[in-house]
Structures are given as structure tokens and as C-alpha cells.
């Protein structure tokens, strides 16, 4: 006996007698009585012992269960890297989709301490980025108010987004996102920004190992690094917890939802 077709249990053909569906994809639209993006498609998610299974984009693009994290655009980094503008555009890209579509928005910016304050580990990462074999030829590059501290003007952050300063690779060590995170019931956090090297993957695999789906948009991630970005890269798709996307993919399938009450909070 052959399976019937998933139907939208909140769709009926006397209440909508045609309803636009995206090849590919698991949303279903014209649906009035669902507020948001659910899971009704032709193909329904996957479940087990009574939890919906997330694996796909398509699955985890839903404004009230996505955040996105910006990481590190700050003046002092996005200067450092060849395509710095390229980054940034598409950063902006993304940026703009997820306002739109009323995606809680966190900023990250990487801060120095002053030499006073660095301790062992602090010191020992200065003097392998700096070159430097003394301790004492240290200079903190990211200091809280030195010029390449700030997020580059475009990012313009708004009232209704935050700002969580670090001085750790991953953006969940020693900051509030997971708290904000979870107390706003997100489950997936798409990710921009630099360095894909240096503290992306971290974050990513953190997140990952916190509960988190991640989901990686690749081209909207500068690197220092070439090569080790490339590295992180397929680590990131060897591991297998991780969604691995392009800006245009993201922004277009997020394109597809239904903003969250309130639209963007702008």
C-alpha cells in the first residue's frame, strides 16, 4: 500500500485552493492560521521520541528559533584581511535579510586587556600573534577604547541588538549569548563575519557541543589564512553538526519566512 502525500494540517482545499510550494523546500505557504514558518510540507521533518529533527536550511529558518551572530567586525580586523569589502558586503547582505525577517541579531567585538590584567594565556597569544619572544613587547592591539576596537560604521548596530565583548576565540566562552540564547528558546544561530580561522570554527563547534544547530554562511566569513580557513572549513563538514551555506542560499530561504510578531525590531 503506497503512502499517501503529507498535508498541512492547516490547510484544507475549501480554506486555500491553491497554495504556492518552493521545489525544495519544506514550507508551505498561504497558510493564515499559522503566525510564523511551521513545518508543513509535502515532506514532513523528521521526528523521534516526540522532538522534530533539524537538518536542513530549510528546517532551521525560522525567525522565532534563529539567531544571528556577527562576529568581530571590528575596525582593527576587517582591515587586516585582503577582502575586507568583499566580507563586508556580504556581512551586510545577511545582516539586512535577518532584520527584515526579525532574526534576534548579537554582535561580537574582540577585546584586549591592558597588560596589567593579561594573565598566562593572554600573554602567551599576544606573543605568538605579535612575534615577539618578551613579554614586555607586548601591545594590547584591541584595547576598549583604541580606534580598532569599535564594529566598522556599517554595521550600525540598532536598540534592538546586542553587543557582548570577549576576550576568548568562542563568542559562548565567558560572555551572556548562551543565557540570551536560550532564555529567547533559540535553537539555530547562523554565523558571519572574521576570522573563520580564529574564532568562527571555535564558536561553532562550542555551539555545537552547547545544543545549538550552527549554521555556517560561508562566503559571508573573511580568514586571515587561506589555507587554514579551508582547513576549518572541512572540519567543520567532516564533523557534520554544522549547516554549510552561501549568503545568497541563506538569504533567499530566509527570504521565504514569515517575520516574527513585530516584524524586525528596528
Known amino acids: 500500500m503506497s503512502t499517501p502525500p503529507f498535508q498541512c ?3 484544507s482545499e475549501a480554506a486555500v485552493p491553491a497554495v504556492q510550494v518552493v521545489e525544495g523546500s519544506r514550507d508551505c505557504f498561504g497558510c493564515s492560521l499559522s503566525p510564523v514558518r511551521h513545518s508543513c510540507t509535502l515532506e514532513p521533518m523528521q521526528r523521534a521520541f516526540g522532538l522534530n529533527i533539524l537538518e536542513t536550511l530549510d528546517d532551521v529558518c525560522d525567525p522565532q528559533r534563529l539567531a544571528l551572530i556577527v562576529y568581530d ?3 582593527g580586523i576587517v582591515k587586516q584581511i585582503k577582502e575586507g569589502r568583499q566580507i563586508t558586503d556580504k556581512v551586510l547582505q545577511v545582516l539586512a535579510t535577518a532584520r527584515k525577517t526579525g532574526v534576534r541579531v548579537f554582535f561580537t567585538r574582540h577585546m584586549s586587556l591592558p597588560t596589567e590584567l593579561m594573565g598566562i594565556s593572554q600573554f602567551r597569544m599576544a606573543m605568538a600573534w605579535q612575534k615577539v619572544k618578551n613579554p614586555e613587547d607586548v601591545h594590547p592591539w584591541f584595547l576598549r577604547d583604541s580606534p ?3 564594529l566598522i560604521p556599517e554595521m550600525n548596530p540598532l536598540p534592538s541588538e546586542a553587543i557582548f565583548d570577549k576576550i576568548t576565540m568562542s563568542a559562548f566562552e565567558g560572555t551572556p549569548l548562551d543565557i540570551a540564547m536560550r532564555d529567547c528558546a533559540i535553537t539555530a544561530f547562523a554565523i558571519i563575519g572574521i576570522a573563520m580561522e580564529i574564532g568562527i570554527e571555535p564558536t561553532v563547534r562550542h555551539g555545537a557541543d552547547l545544543g545549538y544547530i550552527p549554521v555556517v554562511i560561508k562566503d559571508a566569513c573573511g580568514f ?9 572549513l572541512a572540519n567543520l563538514a567532516f564533523m557534520g553538526d554544522a549547516i554549510l551555506t552561501t549568503a545568497e542560499s541563506f538569504c533567499e530561504q530566509l527570504g521565504r519566512t514569515v517575520p516574527r510578531a513585530g516584524g524586525a525590531l528596528a
Do not use: I, N
Open 224 to 232: 586571515g589564512h587561506r589555507d587554514a580557513a579551508e582547513r576549518s
Open 148 to 150: 580598532g576596537f569599535h
Open 73 to 75: 567586525m571590528q575596525v
Open 9 to 11: 494540517p492547516f490547510l
